[in-house]
Every structure is written in C-alpha cells, then in structure tokens.
C-alpha cells in the first residue's frame, strides 16, 4: 500500500514523520505559515518558515498526485484491466509524470490506426511477425486481406501491423522511463533563427545558432530561449545525435528500443520490417512526446528558478529598511508635464499636493525651490523622497539646491525605486483613497509613502509589477502569484503590524485576515476611534475565535491598555507573562527592556504543557527589545554630484549606488546615471561565489568601480572589486560568464575576440 503523505514528506524534508504529521493537522486546520512558524513551535518541532512553505507546497503536489491515481486506478478497474502487478507499480508511482506512463495503455483515446488495425484483425499478424522474424512479411500478411475490413492488400495489412506495434512499444512505461532518463541526460536544447527574422529578432541573436546540454540550461536562457520562440524569431528542439549523423545509422535510442523489444538484426526476413517499425516507434513517435515533454520540463525548472529569484528580491525589497514616521515631501520627476510633488504627515497622511516646473521647457527653477520651501516649512518636512524615473537626476540637484538654500530645513533627501508607482496610481484601491486627486499626483503619494515605510507601500501594489523580477510575465503566473503572496505574508508578519494606523491592504496581509475582515476593521476603527486592547477586535464584525488566534499576535497596539499589547506576544501566552510577573514581583513595563534581568529567568522554570522552552524563549526575547523590527536601520546611497548620465562616466569612477535587482548572474545597481549598471557574479567579490545572493541582495547601498561604458547600447559595467584595474574584471570574468554557446559557466572557456563579461551578461537582458 502507499506510504503516509506525511511520512513521504518526512523523508524529503529530513524531518521526523510526528513533526509533519502535526504541521498538516495544523494547515488542515486553518493555520497560516506565519502564526505556525511563530507560535506553533512545540508543535511542529521548530520548522521554520521556508520549511514549512516547502512543506505546504509539496503537500499539494502529493495530495494532487494521490488524487490522480485514485482517478487513474478506479478508470483501469472500470475496464476490467487492472491487475495486482499494475496496481502496485501505479502505487509505487512517486511523481505525476511514471503515473501517466503507466496509465498510458489504458488511457481513453480517440480511435487511433493501431485500435483500426486490431478491430480489422491485424493483431494476429503483429504478434506473429514479431516473434518469428523468419517470416516474409509480405507473404504473412496475404492471409489478412480483407477488402470488407478495409485491408485491400498486403501493404495495407502490414501497415496496421506497424501500427499495433509502435502504439504497444511506445506506451511500455519503463521503456519510456529509460528512454526519458537518456535523452535528459544525454540530449541538447537547439536554437535556430527562423529564416527571415534575423533582423526583427536581432536581440536573440545569442541564439541564432546555440545548442547546450538540456539538463544544464540556466533558468534565465531558457526563458530567453522560449520566449524566442513565442515571439517566432527562434525554432526551439532538442537534439539526440550530432547533425551530420547519416539518416541511415540507427541511434541508442533506436537500439535501446530494439533490444527491450527483442528485436535484432539477424538476416531473417522480417528483422528489416521490425527494425523499421522501431525507428518509427523512436521517431515518429516516442520522440515527438519526449520533446515536448522535456522541454516543458526545462521550463517548469526555470519557471521555479525564475520564481525564486522574484522572490529573493521580493522578501529584500519588503523588508528594505523604514525611514520611518518622519514627514515627507514625495516628488515624481517630469520634464514637459512638471514635477508632481505631494507632502505625507508623520502618520503617511496626505496634507498637501502641487505641481512644479523646475525642468525644460518652462525652466521655473527658482520658483519651484521656493514653492518647495514654503511646503517643507509648513508641513515640518524632514525627507524628500525622489522617484528613480525620468528627470530623476535633475530633480535631484533641484532638492540639493533647495537643502543649500535653506538649511534652516533640516532636510534630506533620498533617491527611491519608483517601480509599480504608475501601477498603484490607476489602481482602483489609489481610486478609493484618492478619488479626488489627480492620478499623476497620486504616484508622488506612493514614492513619500514608500520611503516612510517601504512594506506598508508595496502591499498596495500587485508584486510583479514592482519590477524586481526575472522573466516573470514568461512563468507559470498561478505559481508566481502563489509564491509572491507567501513572500508578502511573511514579509508583513515578520514585521507585525499597527492596528490603528494600517490600511486595509496591509491588514489583508496579516495571518488569518483577508480584505473584507479588513476592511471590517477599518471600519471599526473609524466609527469607535483606536483600539485599546487586542481583545477589542472580536467586536469586529465577522472576526471570530480561530481568526483572532491567527491574527492577535501579528497585530500591535501602540499606547494602549495592556503594554504586551504592543509586542509580539501572543495573547494566549500572556499566562506565562503573568507567572514571570508573580514571581519576580514586577509590573510588566518595569520588565519591558530590562535585558540584564531577563538574561537571569530560567526559561524551563515558566514552562507547562502547553507552553515549552522555545516558546518561553521567545517571550523572554520579545520582552528584551518589545515590538522590535527585524529590518534594518536606515541608510541610504549619496550619488555623486555632477555625474548624471552615462556620458559622464568615466572607467575608474567609484559611486556608491543601490542594488536594485539581483539575479543568477549578477546584480543591478542604481549609479544615478537613469540607467542601472550590472555587476557581473564574478566581479562581486575576491573569491568565487556562485549565488549573487550571498553577497548583496536588493535594497543595499554598495561602492562600485566603474569599468567599461556603452553609451550607444546604454550600458554599464560594473565591479564591487575595488582594487580591480579598469577592464580587468571584465576580462577576467569573461571566461566565466554566461557564454552563447552553452559552455559551463564555471570553466574557463575561451571567448571570440572582443567579447567580455559585459556583453556576455548584458546579452541575457535583450530579452527582458
């Protein structure tokens, strides 16, 4: 019989079957990720939260997989075919793929030559020439002509015989196992430019001719190559054999399908015939669905690799850190349509709104500053936000000059990634929140707001328009959205958020909340004022029981009632505060911060059946440094004053920039110049690394050397190796970049003349 689910998942995670088992119970329950992760610890054994995703997306797999067979085993039973050996192989089936070999033959089809071919009588003749190759074909087949069965002659009865043969050899599930494990193992993917298209298609030209390993193919070139082929500039196959090969010389696949047919060639009359058929069976049949099928599977790997690196740079960009509850002047830049400015309160309040032509063609320089001053001194402003987009630069050197005018200020200003701003202006939440404000104004709301509180902003925006994606409108959209959300949620967890300050979206984010229950909070909020305490929100309408024990410890309460109200203690373990309380005989905000007496509390000396040490544990830490955030203290990048476009690089120039995005194979950086330059991996740091990840991820504030500059191609090369020569990463790196022609990228490979590590990697980005 099957093994448990959670036993099956208890060896893939390395993890005790018990520890599963109640994970399930508890997602089976209602239980979200996060609150798991968080407060569900003794029970789950201490899985943590990339565990415990893993372990929620394989669980679907496996309970999709079990559904499948049972469909599977109850249609095979239905026709009458099931035997004791084929239930037991389909049980043994440990992914969808050997399930549908297996259920192949049985499967319900369309009338197909083979099922012709045994309805006219043919199989007799099928069966014999196949064991006894001593036959003459021809002369075998004579006795089954029967023009009433449609078999008008011999060649007519030989043809269905074929037919019966290629459909049994081609559906031999382990066959097609062994076939399916050489040809990924062994075969190449294939690209070729579609005659004609070599000029529309110029930004694959990469690929005009390529041909690499297929279980080797990086994520990001097979999407590149896909979407080639999507776009009709490139023919996409996979290659078994070396062109040239004559079409005569039988291949391994060929001879690998012959001897597990116990076909040969012996000088026997039908040995030609029967080799012929399984040539046949390999090319026009088996190969055609391995094709499809493999590269399908190149692209669900690259679609998962895509997905993961969306969501690396997703989780870095929602916990970049807070500027914080400071007032702040947003500005998305303009030239001919003006600068659009708004001014947000310490609480992300929208109190002032304007627009301002400091840039061509009006030139209103001065005025702007002054107009900007006026706002900044009577609203109190302490940051400028200014959006990354067009005209960015030169609005930058507007605020620079209204800081140098008018130090009184006190202000500062910081450059922030305006991606999705456009997105969350038309959206129908900016609608509701706006729906008096002019949609162009409303991206300066966003671009203050998200220098505030970079998560509290980004929630508002659909993740995939945030633009810190790899190929992601090419991926399976289902998984990326499922992906992206559980991104989000843990993100917004993690950090916990204000009851009384959060916007709906924000709070739809929390475990256990949706946007109705949200919204429903919101409401309440502005018909009874703040809540007080926690379990103030089971008013809330239609907020019961199970959802106030997955949200309560996610949600904070600043200045009120209870002072754990504000921490991430969750109100069922408030008992334990209180033993700690009655023991130690101190009030609970005496507590709060005092690390030096909490380091003395034994954790297994407030400990009971319900609560153990890693939760107690917790509480102690929380009481330490209560409601802390777990993102990182705020900086930002200075970018170099004079240098604005990329004509004003220079080989050799060291800025400081913000990493913007990171992929398999480098990372942009945010130089100030309206163009991001990228770092190649081997020019991020002295040693090899073979994961971008392990040195920066998006949101931080580097120092790069500048070293090589495309001005017409709008490119730039990039190291964080400080101490390189100019050219010389490049050069170096080139034997280790992304190669065209399918070479390993960590060997050392000799590169056409002129070729270097940027026009290698920036060649994967013709694409994007």
Request: include cysteine; charged fraction near 30%.
């Amino acid at each position: 019989m099957l093994p448990s689910i959670a036993r099956r998942l208890a060896a893939e995670l390395n993890v005790r079957e018990a520890q599963v088992a109640a994970t399930v119970e508890l997602i089976d329950g209602g239980a979200t990720v996060p609150f798991i992760a968080r407060y569900r610890k003794e029970v789950t054994g201490g899985l943590d939260d990339t565990q415990l995703r893993t372990l929620d997306e394989r669980l679907r797999y496996l309970r999709e997989l079990d559904e499948r067979r049972d469909a599977i085993l109850n249609s095979i039973a239905e026709q009458g075919k099931l035997t004791p050996e084929l239930q037991a192989a389909l049980y043994g089936a440990d992914n969808k793929t050997t399930l549908e070999d297996l259920y192949l033959p049985y499967k319900p089809k369309r009338r197909t030559k083979a099922q012709i071919a045994r309805e006219a009588g043919l199989e007799p003749l099928a069966e014999s020439l196949l064991a006894d190759p001593s036959q003459d074909p021809s002369a075998a087949a004579e006795a089954y002509v029967d023009a009433g069965k449609g078999v008008a002659d011999a060649k007519a009865a030989l043809d269905g015989a074929r037919a019966i043969l290629i459909e049994r050899f081609a559906e031999d599930a382990e066959l097609l196992g062994r076939l399916r494990d050489k040809l990924w193992s062994e075969g190449e993917l294939a690209a070729s430019v579609v005659a004609g298209k070599e000029e529309e298609g110029a930004k694959f030209s990469d690929y005009f001719a390529h041909r690499e390993p297929i279980r080797s193919t990086p994520s990001h070139r097979a999407l590149a190559l896909l979407r080639g082929r999507n776009e009709g500039v490139l023919s996409v196959s996979v290659k078994y054999q070396p062109d040239e090969t004559p079409i005569t010389e039988r291949s391994a696949y060929e001879q690998l399908i012959a001897a597990h047919v116990g076909v040969h060639d012996a000088g026997r009359p039908a040995d030609k015939w029967l080799l012929d058929t399984v040539r046949l069976t390999w090319r026009a049949k088996i190969f055609l669905s391995l094709e499809l099928e493999l590269v399908a599977r190149v692209k669900e790997a690259a679609d998962a690799e895509a997905i993961k690196v969306f969501s690396a740079n997703l989780h870095d960009l929602l916990l970049a850190a807070p500027a914080g509850q400071r007032p702040t002047l947003g500005l998305d830049p303009g030239l001919r349509t003006g600068t659009k400015v708004a001014v947000v309160d310490n609480t992300g309040k929208l109190v002032a709104t304007t627009t301002i032509y400091p840039h061509a063609p009006r030139n209103d320089w001065d005025r702007s500053i002054a107009e900007l001053a006026v706002l900044a001194a009577r609203h109190k402003v302490e940051l400028i936000a200014i959006g990354n987009g067009t005209a960015s630069r030169e609005t930058d050197k507007l605020a620079q000059d209204l800081i140098k005018l008018h130090p009184e200020l006190g202000l500062t200003k910081i450059v922030v990634s305006e991606a999705g701003a456009s997105v969350y202006s038309a959206s129908e939440l900016a609608a509701k929140e706006f729906p008096d404000l002019d949609v162009s104004l409303r991206g300066a709301v966003s671009i203050a707001r998200r220098l505030q509180d970079p998560l509290a902003e980004l929630v508002k925006i659909d993740p995939k328009s945030i633009g810190v994606g790899q190929y992601q409108h090419d991926v399976n959209q289902s998984q990326l959205a499922r992906a992206l959300d559980g991104v989000v949620e843990d993100g917004v967890n993690a950090v916990g958020v204000d009851v009384n300050t959060a916007s709906v979206p924000l709070l739809a984010r929390v475990s256990g909340l949706n946007s109705t229950l949200a919204a429903n909070i919101v409401s309440y909020r502005d018909q009874n004022g703040a809540f007080r305490t926690r379990s103030q929100l089971l008013k809330v309408l239609r907020l019961g029981e199970k959802t106030f024990e997955q949200a309560a410890g996610f949600l904070r309460i600043s200045n009120g009632d209870n002072p754990l109200d504000a921490s991430s203690v969750h109100p069922e373990a408030y008992p334990v505060v209180e033993k700690i309380v009655a023991r130690c005989g101190r009030e609970v905000k005496s507590l709060l911060g005092d690390g030096a007496f909490l380091k003395t509390l034994k954790p297994h000396d407030y400990t009971d059946e319900r609560f153990g040490v890693p939760t107690v544990m917790d509480i102690l830490k929380e009481l330490d440094k209560p409601g802390r955030d777990p993102r990182p203290e705020f900086k930002t990048a200075t970018f170099q004053e004079g240098v604005e476009d990329l004509k004003d690089l220079v080989p050799g120039m060291v800025l400081e920039g913000v990493v913007t995005n990171v992929t398999n194979f480098g990372a942009f950086v945010d130089i100030g110049v309206h163009q991001d330059g990228l770092v190649h991996i081997s020019a991020l740091s002295n040693k090899f690394i073979d994961d971008p990840r392990k040195v920066v991820k998006a949101g931080d504030v580097v120092k790069v050397k500048v070293q090589e500059v495309d001005v017409k191609r709008r490119r730039i090369a990039l190291t964080m190796r400080l101490d390189d020569e100019v050219g010389a990463s490049s050069r170096a790196s080139s034997s280790r970049s992304d190669a065209p022609r399918g070479r390993d990228s960590r060997k050392p490979a000799a590169q056409p003349a002129g070729d270097t590590a940027m026009a290698a990697a920036f060649a994967k980005l013709r694409q994007r």
